[in-house]
């Protein structure tokens, strides 16, 4: 990883607010999208143990899996050009074979290797076989699951965890944090810590047992509560309101947001919030974990 020095730990920067001091409680952010310039935010956190790994096994080919606006796909290139790694990634929707997006675009600027499949074939991507039949078409690269979400992640994500209860100087009643494959929810959830998780899919209750199954392993977790109403139409879709909150919130903190995953988190919390969801006192650390290359890259 000396190729990838990262700033840590990053900052954590609390938030203040007529809607905060209303309800009465405290309101922190991590600011993991600090971490490196081009593999921000969870991704970073999520890589770092994969990447020790195919260094480990002498591997010279990273290949992931992503959709055509994927922070993991645009992480994993930029990670593996650095390291000077090959990379593959296979990309949900043939469609977008000639049509390629920003993100994808940078991923082939970073000597990725694109290989679109149709969408009934990416739902392979966590069949063993199929898997095996990649290994042999591709020369047995080292194989990194959607949105790096692994064992091995996990455990980059926990290291978050201990940042901020150093800075903190305790741990947070909660942790709020943006959901797409399930993986720094449970990195957070296998700390001990209680998560509040806000779906970026539409009809993402799935990922209430995908959290759980990953782990599988671990004696002792936080207590986990998914909330799936807050998608704004589905995974990159969204809604002009989403984007009024998130003009908003940057005048307000001077942060910029996302409209992929960490608005519609946001947007959630502060709705929560509103409700009296909270207690007077509640800490609550919201994790911004990057991907602002894809800042209005949406699909329409």
């Not at 109403?229 to 942060?255: D, R, V």
């Not at 959630?268 to 990057?290: E, S």
Request: glycine share 10%; with cysteine; net charge negative.
């Amino acid at each position: 990883m000396d190729l990838l020095i990262p700033s840590l730990p990053t900052p954590l920067q609390e938030l203040t607010d007529e809607i905060i001091t209303k309800a009465g409680i405290r309101l922190f952010i991590k600011r993991d999208d600090l971490i490196h310039p081009t593999v921000s935010g969870n991704k970073w956190r999520k890589l770092k143990y994969n990447l020790q790994q195919a260094r480990t096994e002498n591997s010279t080919t990273l290949l992931t899996f992503g959709g055509a606006y994927s922070n993991h796909l645009y992480a994993t290139a930029a990670a593996g050009n650095a390291l000077g790694l090959k990379t593959i990634g296979i990309v949900r929707g043939e469609d977008y074979h000639g049509n390629l997006t920003s993100t994808l675009l940078f991923c082939q600027e970073q000597n990725m290797k694109l290989h679109f499949v149709s969408r009934q074939e990416y739902r392979e991507r966590n069949n063993p076989e199929y898997l095996a039949e990649l290994g042999i078409k591709f020369g047995k690269p080292y194989l990194i699951p959607e949105g790096g979400t692994s064992e091995l992640a996990l455990k980059g994500v926990e290291e978050m965890t201990f940042e901020v209860e150093n800075e903190l100087n305790r741990k947070p009643d909660f942790y709020a944090v943006a959901v797409g494959t399930g993986g720094t929810a449970a990195g957070i959830l296998s700390s001990g810590s209680d998560v509040l998780a806000f779906s970026a899919l539409k009809g993402g209750s799935f990922l209430k047992d995908d959290i759980k199954n990953l782990l599988t392993e671990k004696d002792y977790i936080g207590n986990l509560q998914l909330f799936t109403e807050y998608h704004f139409g589905g995974y990159a879709k969204w809604k002009p309101e989403l984007i009024t909150f998130m003009t908003e919130f940057k005048q307000n903190h001077n942060i910029q947001l996302e409209q992929v995953y960490t608005a519609k988190m946001f947007f959630g919390l502060y709705d929560l919030i509103k409700q009296d969801f909270f207690k007077k006192d509640t800490v609550i650390v919201a994790v911004h974990t990057g991907g602002l290359q894809g800042l209005l890259e949406v699909e329409s």
